[in-house]
């Protein structure tokens, strides 16, 4: 054990870097550009309340994301809120995912909404469509899952599930901007789907999300939910939040979707060299694209074998921190582990044995497009050296 410990002090030593590299760095607009948009928005003393820099927003991002029907919002998880009041699911049970972020489940608790927690698929990480039958029971109202690391869930079965049991499909596309499949934006799919557009995501708008939704009626709905539930001036539907998007967001927004494919293009090879170096090493097991799939190279997750690899994720991490390498526990603990909802059945750890082998293994590397070739290759080949330094010894 001693000999592990020098050696790793060592390597560490060796190979500090003089900055943390984070799990992810925010895509920044060219600031004189943006401090054009602030000086217009200035003139036109319009800060929020639908002002044009949202207006013009909604109307790009509609056209990028090939939609029809979308509000803006000034976080992800309103939009996930408003998603459930849109549909009037405001009790009962709603079957999701352990294995995500925690807002997911946070916004069924918000909405007096039992959260019922399926197990996912070893491949994809994403809600097992085999497993959802059996959690459906009388007060099911709907399925929720999660597009994991911008992996497309599988769409069809689980709305063949939804059509046979009369229940609503609310995707969280929290991960999945830009990701398309077989060239449909996976929006297409489903009832309605939210995205966040937070300051860690491939697409930002420093806070921010999006609803879109597949009728016009219901975009109508999802809008005045998120005015307070105000519909014109004299008119309020019902309970609404306060939802909108500033002008200040949007206008970040808007210079954000001018570098998002090239953005894009810099992780994708970014996740090649990743996946080159490390297919090698034993106990190491990285995602594969997706065939049919555009995807996005939000995350770049791997999962450690410790049997194989020869210490497990949790010393992996901590080694790689000596060495100012931050990677993060994407996604551990699982949300069933949290005090709110252990108490649940559904949370037993025996009916979520992938989700639980899964979150004590996966760990998301640093990826974002300013990222250099040579910082990926000293991740990598830290990596295996702190492999093969507990396989010798």
């Known amino acids: 054990m001693s000999e592990h410990n020098d050696k ?25 550009d943006y401090q054009k948009s602030i000086a217009k928005i200035w003139e036109n003393q319009w800060l929020t309340n ?12 509609m056209q990028y994301m090939q939609v029809e029907h979308l509000t803006l919002f000034n976080n992800g998880t309103n939009a996930l809120m408003v998603a459930l009041q849109a549909l009037r699911i405001n009790s009962g049970e709603v079957i999701t995912t352990p294995f995500t ?41 709907a399925i929720m899952p999660v597009h994991v690391y911008g992996n497309p869930c599988d769409m069809k079965a689980i709305e063949k599930i939804a059509q046979r049991h009369g229940l609503f499909v609310i995707y969280d596309a929290a991960h999945a901007f830009g990701v398309q499949l077989n060239n449909r934006p996976l929006s297409d799919f489903g009832d309605i789907s939210a995205y966040s557009f937070h300051a860690t995501k491939l697409f930002s708008t420093i806070e921010g ?48 979707l001018q570098l998002v494919e090239n953005e894009i293009a810099k992780r994708q090879k970014i996740a090649i060299q990743y996946r080159k170096f490390l297919k090698d090493i034993p106990g190491v097991r990285t995602l594969d694209d997706i065939p049919g799939v555009k995807h996005n190279y939000a995350y770049f997750p791997i ?51 992938v989700a639980e082998k899964t979150a004590s293994q996966v760990l998301c590397l640093p990826m974002y497009g300013a990222l250099t070739s040579e910082t990926v290759d000293i991740i990598c080949q830290m990596i295996k050296s702190i492999h093969e330094i507990y396989v010798t010894f």
């Open 209 to 256: 999300g999006a609803l879109v939704s597949n009728s016009k009626s219901r975009n109508d709905r999802v809008h005045s939910l998120s005015n307070f539930g105000i519909a014109n001036e004299e008119t309020v539907i019902g309970p609404g939040i306060n939802g909108k998007m500033n002008e200040m967001q949007a206008s970040f927004g808007l210079l954000e």
């Open 8 to 32: 790793i002090e060592q390597l560490a030593t060796r190979h500090k870097f003089d900055e943390p590299v984070f799990v992810t760095r925010p895509t920044m607009p060219d600031l004189s």
């Open 50 to 61: 639908y002002g044009p820099f949202y207006r013009q927003f909604q109307v790009e991002l």
């Open 303 to 353: 999962l450690i074998d410790a049997e194989l690899y020869g210490t497990d994720r949790d010393n992996l991490n901590i080694i790689l921190r000596k060495c100012n390498i931050i990677p993060r526990k994407y996604f551990y603990p699982l949300c069933s582990h949290y005090p709110c909802y252990r108490s649940l059945a559904s949370a037993n750890p025996d009916n979520l044995a």
């Open 101 to 141: 972020f925690a807002a997911t489940s946070h916004v069924l608790y918000w909405n007096n909404i039992k959260p019922v927690f399926c197990d996912i698929e070893p491949e994809t990480f994403n809600i097992d469509p085999g497993k959802i039958e059996n959690l459906i029971g009388p007060d099911t109202k």
